[in-house]
């Protein structure tokens, strides 16, 4: 088996509502063979009002809920899992509805990929827009436009060139590096999965080609950015035991390490990964951390280098994305959890807005952010687990918005 | 350098940290099948070297596989641990209930009831499961902590973000948290984790001879004392395994020649009908059976 180093990939579909995406998840689920056959013979018994054509309905493999099927709409993110030689692929069907932004946020946070499909009749949309810049705002590695339904207008060259260069102004505008378009037929598979033909002047290959040329990005590997959150403390009766993971850089038995806001120093004694002691951990690895010194480090406090400590301060400068009906408002008292750790804060500032202390339902807006205590934390540049946020509602506990720190 | 494997473990370890750190009392539900028994050695490894802080659940439906039975009291007894049993049965009769009058009467749907009263007997807050999203496409749709309001009921329409790797599980008094730490592992995935970390699994996942009768949609269904068998079922002992352990009364076998886990892969490879198609016949209810089931407070 060729098994060894197999990565995960995750990857999400985005666009207006109607454009395909279920379809083109559903397309490339079934050309890649992981849809089995009973799963198949259900799509061609239930079909939907978004059936247009005699083939199988593909979106419904997507589109989970009752209420998904009978309005023909995908309402939450769907998950979906399909391997290649090279990766296994994590897709997430995110929805095209405005009012259902927190659940494509939910879908494209953790992604390598943004696969933004465009219909080519109707072109790029305001839906088409936000979908890019969350996904610029996400950082995601590469972003792949799908322009689609290309069947229904001939596979005409200048109207996907048309699109084309419209859409790359408009991405560079908004900062996305890594953009490829793709003219394609979701329905058909035509530029999916194969090639029949259809496009003779296109050579950017397949969908599911760009997706395999895609490597992810080694995390910082240095010992110097090492980063550590503490998940949890077991209790032992000379020294507490530290749960968590290793974010970035490495760390060895022995080094001299800095922990949380008051920046302690400390030596490590023990590492444990996997029931074994070891030498040394890497980027990515769940350890369990054991000190030299008697000290009591809380949840949520951060171990790194001096060489290249986090930022420590209470003061935050973030974007945030909105995602709940009730209004954020300047002043008032959060929860802000940062990985592990949750801290009262607040909004102090809302930059460049018309309505200066409100923001609304699916609003991208820079803010300043106060905590009550010092803390920890990253450039989202740097690290996407110590340099995101969620803010909590302090009464009933609903996640009402997503910041990326600056 | 990381694989996928170990991608995937790194994240069921991260999420059952978290589910140790957020709540007072969370629970795992085990069932004595592949996908639960990865979990507590997941659970093993994410708490190691202190033992697992959590006890077991397991919602009994009556109808079991004697060597699931057997596998959960060696484990229990083996890693220390403590557990609790919920009979379906007594559930049913102090609210009046009595076995559906079918040829196979599932216990499935009583669950529910169980499952839910022991959670407010217990005060548990949070209860890990094994469930994952490639099962079921209502399961596609569920977060890693899903929530469950005061009355038990799962409420997809209304389900909050869940961004990052950042998992909230603050709740109010007497709501529940499902966490599902598998929620990105798919069936092959759990056989070549069972096959890597050297996992033993109760004898029924491999090839065994077993007198069955088969339905009309070629489903093999094992003689047991549970279901009806009638004039007009053939028996024959047939060479099975189970790709899943549930209810016996809604659990079918496949026919299989694979003794090892590796076996049991290169089949999986090959196989053309997923695993909830191949196994479970009461998900054939109805297109919306898992949803529903859910929505009530289902696993």
Same mark, same amino acid.
């Given at each position: 088996?060729?098994?060894?180093?197999?990565?995960? $990939?995750?990857l999400?579909?985005?666009?207006?509502?109607?454009?395909?995406?279920?379809?083109?998840?559903?397309?490339?689920?079934?050309?890649?063979?992981?849809?089995?056959?009973?799963?198949?013979?259900?799509?061609?018994?239930?079909?939907?009002?978004?059936?247009?054509?005699?083939?199988?309905?593909?979106?419904?493999?997507?589109?989970g809920?009752?209420?998904?099927?009978?309005?023909?709409?995908?309402?939450?993110?769907?998950?979906?899992?399909?391997?290649?030689?090279?990766?296994?692929?994590?897709?997430?069907?995110?929805?095209?509805?405005?009012?259902?932004?927190?659940?494509m946020?939910?879908g494209?946070?953790?992604?390598?990929?943004?696969?933004?499909?465009?219909?080519?009749?109707?072109?790029?949309?305001?839906?088409?827009?936000?979908?890019?810049?969350?996904?610029?705002?996400?950082?995601?590695?590469?972003?792949?436009?799908?322009?689609?339904?290309?069947?229904?207008?001939?596979?005409?060259?200048?109207?996907?060139?048309?699109?084309?260069?419209?859409?790359?102004?408009?991405?560079?505008?908004?900062?996305?590096?890594?953009? =490829?378009?793709?003219p394609?037929?979701?329905?058909?598979?035509?530029?999916? &999965?194969?090639v029949?033909?259809?496009?003779?002047?296109y050579?950017?290959?397949?969908?599911?080609?760009?997706?395999?040329?895609?490597?992810?990005?080694?995390? #910082?590997?240095?010992?110097?950015?090492?980063? #550590?959150?503490?998940?949890?403390?077991?209790?032992?009766?000379?020294?507490?035991?530290?749960?968590?993971?290793?974010?970035?850089?490495?760390?060895?038995?022995?080094?001299?390490?800095?922990?949380?806001?008051?920046?302690?120093?400390?030596?490590?004694?023990?590492?444990?990964?996997?029931?074994?002691?070891?030498?040394?951990?890497?980027?990515?690895?769940?350890?369990?951390?054991?000190?030299?010194?008697?000290?009591?480090?809380?949840?949520?406090?951060?171990?790194?280098?001096?060489?290249?400590?986090?930022?420590?301060s209470?003061?935050?400068?973030?974007?945030?994305?909105?995602?709940?009906?009730?209004?954020? +408002?300047?002043?008032?008292?959060?929860?802000?959890?940062?990985?592990?750790?949750?801290?009262?804060?607040?909004?102090?500032? $809302?930059?460049?807005?018309?309505?200066?202390?409100?923001?609304?339902?699916?609003?991208?807006?820079?803010?300043?952010?106060q905590?009550?205590?010092?803390?920890?934390?990253?450039?989202?540049?740097?690290?996407?687990?110590l340099?995101?946020?969620?803010?909590?509602?302090?009464?009933?506990?609903?996640?009402?918005?997503?910041?990326?720190i600056? | 350098?990381?694989?996928?494997?170990?991608?995937?473990?790194?994240e069921?370890?991260?999420?059952?940290?978290? &589910?140790?750190?957020?709540?007072?009392?969370?629970?795992?539900?085990?069932?004595?099948?592949?996908?639960?028994?990865?979990?507590?050695?997941?659970?093993?490894?994410?708490?190691?070297?202190?033992?697992?802080?959590?006890?077991?659940?397991?919602?009994?439906?009556?109808?079991?596989?004697?060597?699931?039975?057997?596998?959960?009291?060696?484990?229990?007894?083996?890693?220390?641990?403590?557990?609790?049993?919920?009979?379906v049965?007594?559930?049913?009769?102090?609210?009046?209930l009595?076995?559906?009058?079918?040829?196979?009467?599932?216990?499935?749907?009583?669950?529910?009831?169980?499952?839910l009263k022991?959670?407010?007997?217990?005060? #548990?807050?949070?209860? $890990?499961?094994?469930?994952?999203?490639?099962?079921?496409?209502a399961?596609?749709?569920?977060?890693?902590?899903s929530?469950?309001?005061?009355?038990?009921?799962?409420?997809?329409?209304?389900?909050?973000?869940?961004?990052? =790797?950042i998992?909230?599980?603050?709740?109010?008094?007497?709501?529940?948290?499902?966490? #599902?730490?598998?929620?990105?592992?798919?069936?092959?995935?759990?056989?070549?984790?069972?096959?890597?970390?050297?996992?033993?699994?109760?004898?029924?996942?491999?090839?065994?001879s077993?007198?069955?009768?088969?339905l009309?949609?070629?489903?093999?269904?094992?003689?047991?004392?549970?279901?009806?068998?009638?004039d007009?079922?053939?028996?024959?002992?047939?060479? +099975?395994?189970?790709r899943?352990?549930?209810?016996?009364?809604?659990?079918?076998?496949?026919?299989?020649?694979?003794?090892? +886990?590796?076996?049991?892969i290169?089949?999986?490879?090959?196989?053309?009908?997923?695993?909830?198609?191949?196994?479970?016949?009461?998900?054939?209810?109805s297109?919306?059976?898992?949803?529903?089931?859910?929505?009530?407070?289902?696993?």
């Amino acid at each position: 088996m060729d098994m060894e180093n197999k990565k995960l $990939i995750r990857l999400f579909t985005a666009g207006n509502v109607d454009d395909g995406k279920s379809t083109l998840i559903g397309r490339l689920l079934f050309d890649s063979g992981a849809i089995s056959t009973d799963i198949l013979l259900g799509l061609s018994a239930l079909k939907n009002s978004r059936t247009l054509h005699e083939n199988f309905d593909l979106s419904y493999l997507t589109d989970g809920l009752r209420a998904e099927r009978e309005q023909g709409i995908t309402i939450d993110v769907a998950y979906k899992y399909f391997s290649t030689d090279s990766h296994k692929y994590i897709i997430s069907d995110t929805p095209g509805h405005l009012e259902y932004t927190r659940n494509m946020f939910t879908g494209a946070s953790l992604c390598d990929i943004a696969i933004i499909l465009i219909d080519v009749n109707t072109g790029i949309t305001e839906q088409t827009k936000r979908h890019s810049k969350i996904a610029a705002l996400l950082q995601v590695s590469k972003v792949i436009v799908a322009v689609n339904k290309m069947d229904l207008i001939h596979y005409n060259e200048d109207v996907f060139d048309k699109i084309s260069s419209e859409y790359l102004s408009f991405a560079e505008e908004i900062g996305l590096v890594d953009v =490829r378009l793709i003219p394609l037929s979701a329905l058909n598979g035509e530029q999916v &999965t194969f090639v029949t033909g259809k496009m003779p002047w296109y050579h950017g290959g397949t969908l599911l080609e760009q997706i395999s040329n895609f490597s992810p990005t080694e995390k #910082f590997n240095e010992s110097s950015s090492f980063r #550590f959150q503490v998940q949890h403390v077991l209790p032992t009766k000379d020294s507490n035991i530290y749960l968590g993971e290793l974010t970035a850089g490495s760390v060895a038995v022995g080094q001299k390490i800095l922990v949380g806001a008051a920046e302690i120093s400390v030596t490590i004694e023990e590492i444990i990964n996997n029931f074994n002691d070891i030498d040394k951990a890497y980027a990515g690895m769940p350890i369990a951390l054991k000190l030299k010194e008697h000290i009591n480090v809380n949840r949520g406090s951060v171990f790194y280098d001096k060489v290249f400590p986090p930022k420590i301060s209470n003061k935050i400068t973030a974007t945030l994305c909105w995602m709940s009906k009730n209004n954020g +408002v300047t002043d008032q008292e959060y929860f802000l959890q940062l990985g592990s750790l949750k801290v009262i804060a607040c909004i102090k500032k $809302i930059n460049g807005h018309q309505k200066s202390n409100e923001i609304q339902l699916n609003e991208i807006v820079a803010v300043e952010i106060q905590t009550k205590e010092i803390i920890a934390f990253d450039n989202y540049l740097f690290s996407k687990e110590l340099g995101s946020f969620i803010l909590i509602d302090l009464s009933n506990n609903a996640t009402l918005a997503a910041g990326t720190i600056q | 350098m990381m694989d996928f494997l170990d991608q995937l473990e790194a994240e069921a370890i991260y999420i059952l940290r978290e &589910t140790a750190a957020q709540f007072q009392n969370p629970v795992l539900l085990f069932s004595g099948g592949k996908d639960s028994i990865c979990l507590v050695h997941l659970a093993k490894k994410a708490f190691f070297p202190h033992k697992i802080p959590f006890p077991l659940l397991h919602i009994d439906t009556g109808h079991n596989f004697q060597e699931a039975l057997d596998y959960r009291d060696a484990l229990v007894q083996d890693l220390n641990l403590k557990l609790f049993i919920r009979f379906v049965a007594e559930d049913m009769s102090s609210n009046g209930l009595v076995d559906l009058d079918q040829k196979f009467p599932s216990r499935n749907t009583f669950q529910t009831i169980s499952l839910l009263k022991a959670i407010e007997l217990y005060e #548990f807050d949070a209860c $890990i499961g094994g469930a994952r999203r490639d099962e079921e496409k209502a399961r596609a749709k569920e977060r890693i902590f899903s929530h469950r309001n005061l009355q038990g009921k799962w409420l997809p329409e209304s389900q909050g973000p869940e961004v990052w =790797r950042i998992l909230n599980g603050s709740i109010l008094k007497g709501e529940n948290m499902r966490v #599902f730490p598998l929620s990105n592992w798919t069936e092959i995935d759990v056989w070549r984790y069972i096959l890597r970390e050297k996992i033993t699994l109760p004898s029924l996942y491999f090839a065994h001879s077993r007198p069955c009768f088969q339905l009309k949609d070629g489903s093999l269904m094992c003689v047991n004392e549970f279901v009806k068998v009638d004039d007009k079922d053939v028996i024959e002992t047939r060479k +099975v395994r189970y790709r899943t352990v549930g209810d016996m009364t809604c659990t079918a076998a496949i026919e299989s020649d694979a003794n090892t +886990v590796s076996e049991v892969i290169e089949e999986l490879i090959h196989a053309k009908i997923s695993e909830r198609g191949a196994t479970r016949i009461d998900d054939r209810i109805s297109d919306a059976g898992m949803e529903d089931r859910k929505k009530e407070g289902y696993f």
